[in-house]
């Protein structure tokens, strides 16, 4: 019986250390290039704290280079899954194929890769060309029939966001002749160079004065470029409307102030749904969709934004 005990107890141990290691999971994350990316990073750790996975996290500073690197360090050091939120889309068949060939399943968060998709489990996101059509919609909804010049400060060129966010926007505003987007340039995602671009814009634009909308493909971006339209001595939310995607505290506050007019929600939580197709996936062998989608939601002034930013200041945005 003592034997017995022994064996039962040490098959257990086993069992349970395999167990305890299918739970290490690598995640590459892109930067902290914006309040979103900052709370999708907060969620994600607390996403595993919650569900007992060892994470081993990598900042990649906005670098296609140190992202690589970290995958294959993750690969080395043997973890048994790998979160990637991709800085651009192209560039990862090799990297992927290196994860693949050592059996170690990769989900995509928030953005997407033109990669096969044998080369990764699934993605877990948004709709990005959808949030640019809703955007590009209330706009043409908000204007009427007013002629309306637009300018447009893109995301990180090359990423998914960014290429998608514009494709939907102008699909949204398709049929609308009165509205024309008459400036558009990369912002990088960034409060700062929001802020540096939108000055640009107004130079360009008669001080301003020539511009009817701003369309930024995020909400730190339409941050910065608030600024900028302030000290230019005009008013945001209404000389120059506002219309940008994510969703983030700041963008509320804004909003609540007047100086924005409309956000689409972007959810940081990718990690939940991605950790549960992890744990299907380990449980049973269960492949999940290739992809899966979160919600996305237009808010506006009539949505309480001062309630909505005392909901989200704290969750590391």
């Not at 907060?42 to 990598?58: N, V, W």
């Not at 990669?115 to 993605?123: E, K, Q, R």
């Not at 609540?256 to 449980?283: C, I, Q, R, S, Y």
Request: charged share 25%; net charge negative; with cysteine.
């Amino acid at each position: 019986m003592k034997l017995k005990a022994f064996l039962t107890t040490t098959v257990a141990a086993a069992v349970f250390g395999l167990a305890a290691q299918a739970q290490t999971v690598g995640f590459s994350q892109i930067g902290s290039e914006s309040g979103w990316r900052a709370a999708e990073t907060t969620l994600t750790k607390q996403q595993a704290e919650e569900r007992g996975i060892d994470l081993k996290f990598s900042d990649a500073q906005q670098k296609q280079e140190n992202q690589i690197a970290a995958i294959r360090s993750f690969i080395a050091q043997g973890v048994d899954a790998i979160l990637l939120a991709p800085v651009v889309a192209t560039g990862w068949d090799s990297v992927l194929e290196e994860a693949k060939e050592a059996e170690i399943p990769v989900i995509l968060l928030d953005r997407q890769v033109d990669s096969s998709d044998d080369l990764y489990l699934t993605a877990v996101g948004s709709d990005l060309v959808h949030e640019g059509k809703v955007a590009g919609e209330w706009l043409a909804n908000e204007v009427g029939d007013e002629p309306c010049r637009v300018v447009e400060l893109q995301g990180t060129t090359g990423s998914s966001p960014a290429i998608d966010r514009k494709a939907g926007f102008e699909e949204g505003i398709k049929g609308h002749a009165n509205i024309e987007i008459v400036r558009s340039q990369t912002g990088d995602f960034t409060r700062s160079m929001g802020k540096e671009v939108m000055e640009s814009f107004l130079q360009a634009e008669n001080g301003g004065q020539d511009i009817c909308a701003l369309y930024a493909h995020n909400d730190d971006m339409a941050v910065g470029a608030i600024q900028a339209i302030k000290e230019a001595g005009l008013k945001p939310g209404s000389d120059i409307l506002i219309v940008s995607i994510d969703a983030v505290p700041d963008i509320f506050k804004a909003m609540a102030d007047g100086e924005a007019n409309a956000t689409v929600e972007l959810t940081p939580n990718m990690a939940g749904p991605a950790f549960d197709a992890l744990k299907a996936f380990w449980d049973n062998g269960t492949a999940p969709e290739k992809f899966i989608q979160t919600e996305s939601k237009l808010y506006t002034p009539a949505d309480d934004p001062a309630g909505e930013y005392e909901k989200r200041k704290d969750l590391g945005y």
